[in-house]
């Protein structure tokens, strides 16, 4: 992890983005986190919490990314090749376009963030009928994106869904939970709204950065609710 330096010395989330979109014009804070929630990168915090990046940092993340869309490396070996430089060959800086070379891996896998599956492949993911999808888009459960392809989140919806089918739960039953999860986003929209007005990178990196943490902050709450709730019927 990156000795602690004065803000001055560091960037801030939305700064970083800011000098890799032009390269990498789908990078995004969530990107950036799961790549942090992998051990790909690991940024300071400021005393009050928001992330602030090194040089060092960003050179290391314009390194995974090449990889990944150049090479198609797996996030797997992409770390084991940081662990190499770690241990002796120095990072390219931020400015420099080109990264030290490797082997590259047949493998096209850039991580589950990066799903992309077709509804057949869906469907053998996720471990469901078509007929259940067709019933989790009917509820607008699950919808496909660009080219009716199904990201990540289609399926981590999907295979939830079939678990709970299990136990007598269709897609029906689980609007509700769908209305709750829309409730508590309006909340965040509260919280945003006077960062978007603001209509700069710096406010629409803590904008992306304080949605995600009271997301974070709002499931647990839900949990909690729920398993007290759960608690309460099995003392009955």
Same mark, same amino acid.
């Given at each position: 992890?990156?000795?602690?330096?004065?803000?001055?010395q560091?960037?801030?989330?939305?700064?970083?983005?800011?000098?890799?979109?032009?390269?990498?014009?789908?990078?995004?804070?969530?990107?950036?986190?799961?790549?942090?929630?992998?051990?790909?990168?690991?940024p300071?915090?400021?005393?009050?919490?928001?992330?602030?990046?090194?040089?060092?940092?960003?050179?290391?993340?314009?390194?995974?990314?090449?990889?990944?869309?150049?090479?198609?490396?797996?996030?797997?070996?992409?770390?084991?090749?940081?662990?190499?430089?770690?241990?002796?060959?120095?990072?390219?800086?931020?400015?420099?376009?080109?990264?030290?070379?490797?082997?590259?891996g047949?493998?096209?896998?850039?991580?589950?963030?990066?799903?992309?599956?077709?509804?057949?492949?869906? @469907? &053998? =993911? /996720? !471990?469901?009928?078509? *007929?259940?999808? #067709? $019933?989790?888009?009917?509820?607008?459960?699950?919808?496909?994106?660009?080219?009716?392809?199904?990201?990540?989140?289609?399926?981590?919806?999907?295979?939830?869904?079939?678990?709970?089918?299990?136990?007598?739960?269709?897609?029906?039953?689980?609007?509700?939970?769908?209305?709750?999860?829309?409730?508590?986003?309006?909340?965040?929209?509260?919280v945003?709204?006077?960062?978007?007005?603001?209509?700069? @990178? &710096? =406010? /629409? !990196?803590?904008?992306? *950065?304080?949605? #995600? $943490?009271?997301?974070?902050?709002?499931?647990?709450?839900?949990?909690?609710?729920?398993?007290?709730?759960?608690?309460?019927?099995?003392?009955?």
């Amino acid at each position: 992890m990156s000795s602690a330096l004065p803000a001055r010395q560091t960037k801030s989330i939305g700064e970083v983005l800011a000098l890799l979109r032009p390269d990498f014009p789908d990078i995004s804070i969530s990107k950036i986190r799961f790549l942090e929630t992998e051990g790909l990168v690991e940024p300071q915090r400021s005393a009050s919490g928001y992330r602030r990046f090194t040089d060092d940092d960003v050179a290391r993340l314009r390194y995974v990314l090449t990889v990944q869309r150049d090479h198609y490396l797996p996030l797997r070996v992409i770390k084991e090749q940081l662990e190499q430089l770690d241990r002796g060959m120095e990072l390219v800086s931020d400015g420099e376009r080109t990264v030290t070379p490797y082997t590259a891996g047949t493998a096209k896998n850039t991580g589950d963030d990066e799903v992309a599956l077709t509804q057949s492949s869906l @469907v &053998e =993911a /996720a !471990g469901i009928t078509p *007929e259940l999808l #067709a $019933e989790l888009e009917s509820y607008s459960l699950v919808q496909p994106g660009k080219g009716g392809l199904y990201d990540a989140h289609a399926l981590f919806v999907a295979r939830t869904a079939g678990e709970l089918a299990q136990y007598g739960l269709q897609p029906r039953h689980l609007r509700v939970v769908r209305s709750a999860a829309e409730r508590e986003v309006d909340l965040v929209e509260q919280v945003l709204a006077p960062m978007l007005r603001q209509r700069s @990178v &710096e =406010a /629409a !990196g803590r904008a992306e *950065e304080t949605a #995600a $943490e009271i997301a974070r902050l709002a499931t647990r709450l839900h949990a909690a609710f729920v398993d007290i709730g759960v608690r309460r019927l099995r003392a009955r």
